[in-house]
């Protein structure tokens, strides 16, 4: 059994697709990407990629196929049932583009602190 993820048998889990999410859109955009070519990189449809980046669950074929492309570890994307959830980035309108991005920034950070204290 592999002790890095052992603790993770003791809690009821669940894929935080907010943070796969947050991932992905920084892997794609720091390869310049479209969604068209990670569909083609992928064979994922494109419907499924952002599903996946706006936070969304998508099926689980798909989703590790993401994980590879991406070199995401998918055990580092499981939170404890109940854990809150950091805003999606659509739903922070109300504040200017560049605020969104710190506050999508801080969010992800804290979601990583939570996962390490976790561990």
């Known amino acids: 059994m592999n002790p890095d993820y052992a603790h993770l048998l003791a809690h009821h889990c669940s894929l935080d697709y907010r943070s796969l ?16 070519q990670v569909q083609d990189q992928t064979r994922v449809s494109r419907a499924s990629v ?13 989703l590790l196929k993401l994980c590879i492309w991406a070199d995401l570890n998918p ?10 959830e950091p805003p999606l980035f659509h739903e922070m309108h109300d504040v200017k583009p560049f605020e969104n991005k710190r506050q ?3 969010a992800v950070r804290a979601a990583k602190r939570a ?4 561990a």
């Open 115 to 118: 996962r390490v204290s976790h």
């Open 104 to 106: 999508l920034q801080m």
């Open 50 to 62: 952002s599903r996946a980046c706006a936070g969304m669950a998508i099926e689980i074929g798909p």
């Open 75 to 84: 055990f580092e994307l499981l939170a404890p049932l109940g854990t809150p």
């Open 21 to 36: 999410g947050c991932a992905l859109k920084a892997v794609i955009q720091q390869r310049g990407l479209t969604l068209q």
